[in-house]
């Protein structure tokens, strides 16, 4: 479930409220966890020794889907692709023209880019997710792990957690994921120069046409 608040994506593990009495982990747009919000009475919901357990869940699904928002802006197959207007040059309706011509030379350019940039975008991601890496937090309450661009711990003392305020757990647990943070994770590696132009001149379809001449 997407949490706007912020810009971050977010998942919550838990009953819904209006206050949000849900633990939720919210990730930035590269997929990096940025806050943990722990309810005041998350242990109505949640005993103690689940805690761990439950902020682990909800990290990857946060992270699972930005990667998934991510790679849906470039779904060729996506029924609804999502457009969007961008400032171009015309071509004032003729193909000939320099407008014109400089686009398509700039496009096939980028096509013959696309295979190795690809290949080597396609290296880096495989990488970073073979990235393993732990971290503690300050208090050494809370451990995180990461390992195949997902969380794959999240081991906190749950009789520590049965009596600390929420506010210290959730300072212990944000402490936990930046000692552990991947140094390059997945969403954060970036897209091709090819691959982003591409995806540039196609986001606006009206505007690509004017630039070829093929309409006014």
């Given at each position: 479930?997407?949490?706007g608040?912020?810009?971050g994506?977010?998942?919550?593990?838990?009953?819904p409220?209006?206050?949000?009495?849900?633990?939720?982990v919210?990730?930035?747009?590269?997929?990096?966890?940025?806050?943990?919000?722990?309810?005041?009475?998350?242990?109505?919901?949640v005993p103690?020794?689940?805690?761990?357990?439950?902020?682990?869940?909800?990290?990857?699904?946060?992270?699972?889907?930005r990667?998934t928002?991510?790679?849906?802006?470039?779904?060729?197959?996506?029924?609804?692709?999502n457009?969007?207007?961008r400032?171009?040059?015309?071509?004032?309706?003729?193909?000939?023209?320099?407008?014109?011509?400089?686009?398509?030379?700039e496009?096939?350019?980028?096509?013959?880019?696309?295979?190795?940039?690809?290949?080597?975008?396609?290296?880096?991601?495989?990488?970073?997710a073979?990235?393993?890496?732990?971290?503690?937090?300050?208090?050494?309450?809370?451990?995180?792990?990461?390992a195949?661009?997902?969380?794959?711990?999240?081991?906190?003392?749950?009789?520590?957690?049965?009596?600390?305020?929420?506010t210290?757990?959730?300072?212990?647990v944000?402490?936990?994921?930046?000692?552990?943070?991947?140094?390059t994770?997945?969403?954060?590696?970036?897209?091709?120069?090819s691959?982003?132009r591409?995806?540039e001149?196609?986001?606006?379809?009206?505007?690509?046409?004017r630039q070829?001449?093929?309409?006014?």
């Amino acid at each position: 479930m997407a949490d706007g608040r912020g810009g971050g994506w977010g998942s919550r593990f838990g009953e819904p409220d209006e206050e949000c009495a849900e633990i939720t982990v919210r990730v930035d747009e590269h997929g990096v966890v940025s806050d943990v919000v722990i309810p005041r009475d998350w242990r109505e919901s949640v005993p103690p020794r689940q805690l761990g357990p439950a902020i682990l869940t909800a990290a990857n699904e946060a992270i699972a889907q930005r990667v998934t928002e991510q790679a849906a802006q470039f779904d060729l197959d996506d029924p609804r692709p999502n457009f969007v207007t961008r400032e171009a040059p015309s071509a004032n309706g003729d193909p000939d023209s320099p407008v014109a011509e400089n686009l398509v030379k700039e496009v096939m350019q980028l096509f013959a880019n696309y295979d190795s940039e690809l290949a080597t975008y396609t290296a880096q991601l495989r990488a970073s997710a073979k990235t393993t890496s732990h971290g503690e937090s300050g208090g050494q309450r809370v451990t995180v792990g990461f390992a195949n661009g997902q969380v794959s711990a999240v081991d906190i003392d749950s009789t520590w957690a049965a009596n600390a305020r929420h506010t210290e757990i959730r300072a212990e647990v944000l402490s936990a994921f930046r000692a552990a943070r991947p140094k390059t994770p997945a969403a954060a590696v970036p897209l091709p120069p090819s691959i982003a132009r591409l995806a540039e001149l196609a986001s606006d379809p009206h505007a690509l046409s004017r630039q070829l001449g093929l309409s006014r």
